[in-house]
């Protein structure tokens, strides 16, 4: 398994630190690494891997071709090299797009985003060539709630509803009541609603009108559906459309729920991206891990069971919020360590190996670990690669090549 990082983020403070960091590690699936377990090593650990599988549809037809993870589709354009032979099918005229979150939003933008946007991007060349060949022209976003309930935030909806030639397609019978209900909602809230309300029913200006008019592609939400099957073509081989129940809602704001009135309608696509969640898995049998709800359990960031081991990020909570949320919870994590030290609960009054005990670790499994200053030589040579091209940078493809520049 390959657990790599290599955000511009981390550049400075590591530089002026005078840390070597290890960024890449494999660790085999069948080895014990209980290491948080060597009270030797080091007074605490935290565990921080985030959310790599994806939560299944569970309906008939999923695994036909021409449906796609939205986590494969996005490590897909992304260069991420377990994705790098996805090769989607963009045939189709209609895409469907399941969950309605930042993630499902960025996969409508890409699929609709004009090339010439694209080109000045850090997506690769492998994705910009296929997506110049794309035929979508189509993308519906579709959820089992209602707008008040959308998962997405503001700043992903703006920038869908200002993308360069495209228009909403709304249905207008989706936001009945939702003006009625804005006033009560909390402010980050209301003001993603008023854009929905905005965008889908009122009248736009004369050059919003005109730019809406030339528009060549298209995108919409469609609320209170849940997929029920992927439907196939008739050699039962490809996808060819999806039946959707439709829902209604039981209560109301975030708590409300959706349940299935019986009926079903079926949308003929031929593209089929699931964006309904993302879900962490067990990393090591000595680390405690709840299956069902996919995170390791913890209070305020402590894992139950293991003292000395925490947990942050969408591990410990699963996978909910953005880059802020994301953060703030990172350092309640932070604050529960301050705390079990200040209370001795944590025994920091001994000198601990640390670092070094890892290194020798790593060394009795023969594993080499690439550090930062290793990254640095990655980073450089795709900024390179990338400022001949018009490009931030052009991502290598294969952990392999990684490996070969940062040995140089």
């Not at 630190?17 to 085999?28: Q, R």
């Not at 090769?87 to 890409?110: F, H, K, M, W, Y």
């Not at 990393?283 to 305020?300: G, K, L, T």
């Amino acid at each position: 398994m390959l657990k790599w990082t290599s955000t511009n983020d981390c550049r400075s403070p590591l530089a002026w630190s005078g840390l070597e960091w290890p960024l890449i590690t494999l660790k085999s699936r069948t080895s014990s690494t209980p290491s948080h377990r060597r009270p030797t090593t080091r007074a605490a650990a935290s565990t921080s891997y985030g959310a790599e599988g994806n939560r299944s549809m569970g309906v008939p037809g999923e695994d036909l071709a021409g449906v796609y993870s939205a986590k494969d589709f996005v490590g897909w354009y992304n260069g991420l090299p377990s994705c790098r032979e996805l090769s989607p099918d963009l045939s189709c005229e209609t895409a469907v797009v399941l969950g309605q979150g930042n993630v499902a939003l960025d996969v409508a933008r890409i699929l609709l985003c004009p090339l010439d946007i694209l080109k000045s991007t850090d997506i690769t060349q492998l994705a910009l060539e296929a997506l110049a060949e794309s035929k979508v022209r189509r993308v519906l976003i579709v959820g089992r709630r209602g707008p008040v309930q959308v998962a997405c935030t503001i700043k992903e909806l703006r920038e869908m509803v200002n993308l360069p030639d495209t228009r909403p397609e709304m249905v207008a019978a989706d936001f009945e009541g939702v003006q009625e209900a804005v006033n009560d909602l909390p402010r980050p809230r209301k003001r993603l609603t008023e854009l929905m309300l905005k965008t889908a029913m009122e009248v736009p200006g004369e050059k919003e009108q005109e730019r809406r008019k030339k528009a060549s592609r298209v995108w919409g939400f469609r609320f209170f559906r849940s997929p029920v099957e992927v439907l196939s073509d008739p050699d039962h081989k490809r996808t060819a459309g999806i039946r959707l129940a439709i829902n209604m809602l039981e209560g109301s704001g975030e708590s409300a729920r959706a349940v299935l009135t019986g009926e079903v309608e079926d949308v003929t696509c031929g593209l089929v991206i699931s964006s309904i969640g993302y879900k962490s898995l067990p990393i090591d049998a000595s680390v405690p891990f709840d299956s069902h709800r996919a995170i390791v359990p913890n209070i305020m960031g402590r894992v139950q069971q293991a003292t000395g081991l925490y947990c942050s990020g969408w591990l410990k909570t699963g996978p909910t919020g953005v880059i802020a949320t994301t953060m703030n919870n990172s350092f309640d994590t932070a604050r529960s360590v301050v705390e079990d030290m200040d209370s001795r609960r944590l025994d920091v009054s001994a000198g601990k190996p640390g670092s070094q005990s890892i290194s020798a670790l790593l060394d009795e499994r023969g594993v080499k670990p690439v550090l930062f200053s290793d990254w640095e030589k990655i980073d450089a040579l795709e900024t390179r690669r990338g400022e001949a091209i018009g490009k931030p940078r052009e991502k290598l493809l294969t952990v392999e090549e990684m490996l070969l520049e940062a040995r140089k």
